[in-house]
Nanobody, 126 residues
Framework: VQLQASGGGLVQAGGSLRLSCAAS????????MGWFRQAPGKEREFVAA????????SYADSVKGRFTISKDSAENTMYLQMNSLKPEDTAVYFC????????????????????WGQGTLVTVSS
């Protein structure tokens, strides 16, 4: 599976961006997916995750209420809508995917994913 993340850019604090993660998989609907981010000098951290069906989601406390993860199986694409952005949201954002059975809801641990995109840079200015 190949993942292509896009949508990053420079935005002022309080602004919005929507990240996209396009997947090459023909069975996209069988994949649990997630977003992670890595700021300069820091470790990669969990941002949001979505179940294979799209019916369950999970968010890091730092983005809860501001970010929304979604999945469009018809388009083989996952999204991360980011609102009310803060300078501390500045990071390279990575998307990840793992083929799963329907019994696995969401995966919040980076070690649980098999496939990763190349990352897209989000810079939030104050």
């Amino acid at each position: 599976v190949q993942l292509q993340a896009s949508g990053g850019g420079l935005v002022q604090a309080g602004g919005s961006l929507r990240l996209s993660c396009a997947a090459s998989a023909r069975t996209f609907s069988n994949y649990a997916m997630g977003w992670f981010r890595q700021a300069p000098g820091k470790e990669r951290e969990f941002v949001a995750a979505i179940s294979w069906s799209g019916g369950r989601t999970s968010y890091a406390d730092s983005v809860k209420g501001r970010f929304t993860i979604s999945k469009d199986s018809a388009e083989n694409t996952m999204y991360l809508q980011m609102n009310s952005l803060k300078p501390e949201d500045t990071a390279v954002y990575f998307c990840a995917a793992k083929p799963v059975s329907i019994t696995i809801p969401v995966i919040t641990d980076a070690k649980g994913y098999d496939y990763w995109g190349q990352g897209t840079l989000v810079t939030v200015s104050s």
